[in-house]
């Protein structure tokens, strides 16, 4: 082997670096300034390089020879190398010199395989040297054999290679299989993956770069694996990132349509173990019978019209109303709530999965209870026309529909039994009271004027009024997205509203009163950041809403009672929906023991610990259903990327030309930049430039302007 140590002269064949790979070269001419030289690359271009690149030489061609001529000389010398090297028994080379501390050059590697020094010998010897990665080490123009531990240790490293490049091309086989296949035919072929843990270990790495989302450790393998699978299968899967992932997930079978990925990635479990299963079929047995035997431990008030007022689609009923007449025109209102303590222990199973999910969630495609769902639809539910238990409040009211002075005489918690007599939706609520006709128009009425007047009365005690509307995304069975908006002027809502304030402060005040430490809520006033005028001047509506909101302090948890601003009272706590929030069942469990031993079930250090272990899920739970939300209405856009939708101008950024726009039909925020300064508070058209939802990418712009 001879190195450049002599004068290169036209026509000779080099063996050349080139960012880091060796390639043939012929050269044309010495360019005669700092030692470079004008060849032919063998892939047939020309370039220039340094002496220093140059190395082996391996003969001449005729100088005089066309370039294309020259280049097929070089590819037919590469070609009969190639073959040479698979004469090449490197692992035989290894075995006669491992044990000598003389390292190998490639014209004793050529004599042995080849029997010769010419130069397609030189060259195919250099090369399989080269290109081994197990036996020898390259040491310039040596190369040094490899100890026995440290060559067994590279074959295995190699054989899990092999095999993980054997396990690659089987889930590129299977996954194009599977894209390519009928849904109908799918599911039987994708059995074959949840069989094989090899196999299923690749889409895993798949799922993990989804619900990692793009920082995710996973992304780099998964984004491989997808490129090798969109290879192979062409149009049956396209795009990028996690889109791409997404849909390869769901076209393979591996995932639903409209798998929820925000309820993966917070970990939020979707299903009930089999033992909290078998939980809930024993308390639906045994109903009947600890009814009986806890009778006469709660008040009955199953003579009581009950009704209750919820959304049509809402299936567990926390809360329930009844109006009893005292005489003289005053009444006491009764708000119902229902009392699951009866039926589940404190730190029974039931109870800690509920601590550990924190709450229900009701998302777009589907509901996620904090109970199964035969007991939070089912059994603690106030289902119209069966008794239940509840934690009955009862608050006094005058002649002219207004509290009672004496709060604390005037308002009462009590362990009860009631049975719902009619279950109202908002709209039918909303029909009864504007008509005033019908069975249960005067009990709507007289809940509907004393709940005007604890709104009045908290608002004059600086409660705060922030009106959005309420957008809610549903998805159908074909996956077509619809969008619900809350009436903002709902005398029923309202309504229901004001009277779960009502009950919530009842319970406040009475755990304050009673040394009860519960998850109290407090809120501090709001800062404005603008003067009164400066602040009336934004326009009222949305743009109004929204700087208030900006403005609200966030709600904090306390064991001792605070006041909470925003809602204008002077104690509050979360007790109306213990079918599905945890802090809701905490307070039940201590209003209810405290009720009946005199004593709260948990002290305050046994509380506390208690919900620094729900905050994290409850976290982690608005995160995933606030991610779901705004995913679906990202969904919503996308079946609708050719219209034009209506936003409403909020805020503009203090530098640049970038306006804050909410789009009215999902309440949805985004930047758009704009050449015109339109006030705050206009409705323009906005055209969707682009929307991803799995990526979370929505770009617009106004629709007049291009």
Not at 124 to 143: H, N, Q, S, T
Not at 217 to 242: F, H, M, T
Not at 573 to 586: A, G, N
Not at 595 to 604: F, I, K, T, V
């Amino acid at each position: 082997m001879k190195k450049v140590d002599a004068e290169i002269r036209a026509g000779e064949v080099i063996e050349i670096q080139d960012k880091g790979r060796y390639r043939l070269a012929v050269v044309l001419r010495d360019e005669g300034k700092q030692a470079r030289f004008r060849v032919l690359m063998e892939d047939g271009r020309e370039a220039s390089v340094a002496a220093k690149q140059l190395g082996l030489r391996l003969g001449t061609l005729p100088a005089e020879a066309s370039l294309e001529t020259l280049a097929m000389e070089l590819h037919s010398l590469r070609v009969r190398v190639e073959a040479r090297v698979g004469q090449a028994a490197v692992e035989e080379l290894w075995s006669l010199v491992a044990g000598e501390s003389m390292p190998v050059d490639v014209p004793a590697a050529a004599d042995l395989w080849f029997g010769e020094q010419q130069p397609e010998a030189l060259l195919a010897a250099a090369v399989a040297l080269r290109e081994d990665k197990i036996y020898f080490k390259e040491r310039g123009e040596l190369f040094e054999a490899r100890s026995e531990s440290q060559v067994e240790d590279l074959l295995r490293t190699q054989a899990v290679l092999v095999q993980r490049e054997a396990q690659r091309e089987r889930f590129v086989q299977v996954a194009r299989s599977l894209l390519l296949q009928a849904p109908e035919v799918r599911e039987a072929t994708y059995a074959e993956v949840l069989n094989d843990p090899a196999l299923l270990a690749s889409w895993e790495v798949v799922e993990a770069f989804v619900v990692g989302g793009a920082e995710s450790s996973s992304r780099a393998e998964a984004e491989a694996l997808l490129d090798a699978v969109q290879q192979r299968a062409g149009r049956a899967l396209e795009g990028s990132g996690l889109a791409r992932a997404f849909r390869f997930l769901v076209g393979t079978g591996h995932w639903r349509p409209d798998e929820n990925v925000f309820l993966r990635r917070y970990r939020i479990p979707e299903t009930f173990a089999p033992e909290l299963l078998a939980a809930e079929a024993a308390l639906l047995a045994q109903w009947p019978e600890l009814m009986a035997s806890r009778a006469a431990e709660r008040l009955n008030l199953e003579a009581h019209r009950v009704f209750s007022v919820d959304d049509v689609e809402t299936m567990d009923i926390d809360d329930a109303v009844s109006v009893e007449v005292l005489g003289q025109g005053r009444h006491r209102l009764w708000i119902h709530i229902a009392a699951p303590t009866l039926f589940v222990p404190f730190a029974s199973p039931l109870e800690v999965e509920a601590r550990r999910r924190a709450t229900s969630l009701y998302l777009p495609t589907h509901r996620v209870p904090m109970f199964p769902f035969a007991l939070s639809e089912g059994l603690f539910s106030l289902l119209q026309g069966e008794l239940r238990p509840a934690l009955s409040f009862c608050v006094d009211f005058d002649a002219s529909h207004e509290q009672s002075a004496r709060q604390d005489v005037s308002a009462q918690i009590h362990r009860t039994w009631v049975r719902v007599g009619r279950r109202f939706t908002y709209d039918e609520a909303d029909d009864l009271l504007e008509s005033g006709l019908g069975e249960w128009a005067e009990d709507l009425q007289v809940v509907h004027l004393c709940a005007e007047n604890l709104r009045q009365a908290r608002y004059e005690s600086g409660a705060v009024e922030i009106d959005l509307p309420e957008h809610k995304a549903r998805v159908d069975a074909a996956g077509r997205v619809h969008i619900k908006v809350n009436d903002l002027n709902s005398m029923a809502r309202e309504m229901v509203a004001e009277l779960a304030i009502l009950a919530n402060t009842v319970a406040a005040r009475f755990c304050g009163r009673s040394g009860i430490a519960v998850a109290f809520r407090g809120q501090e006033k709001p800062t404005v950041p603008l003067d009164e005028d400066a602040f009336a001047e934004i326009p009222a509506g949305i743009p109004r809403a929204m700087a208030m909101r900006r403005c609200m302090m966030p709600a904090g948890m306390h064991l001792e009672p605070a006041p909470h601003a925003g809602l204008g009272v002077d104690a509050y706590v979360q007790s109306t929906s213990p079918i599905r929030r945890y802090t809701d069942l905490l307070t039940h469990y201590q209003i209810e023991h405290y009720l009946e031993h005199g004593q709260p079930l948990l002290d305050a250090e046994a509380v506390a610990a208690i919900l620094a272990l729900v905050e994290q899920s409850s976290l982690d739970a608005r995160a995933a259903d606030r991610d779901s939300t705004r995913y679906w209405m990202l969904r919503y856009l996308e079946q609708r990327q050719d219209q034009t939708q209506d936003g409403v101008i909020i805020a503009y950024a203090e530098r640049g030309d970038f306006a804050q726009v909410v789009l009215l039909d999902t309440m949805l925020r985004v930047n758009l930049s704009t050449r015109r300064r339109l006030p705050i508070g206009t409705v323009v058209p906005v055209a969707i430039e682009r929307v991803q939802a799995m990526g979370d990418q929505l770009q617009v712009r106004l629709a007049d302007e291009k």
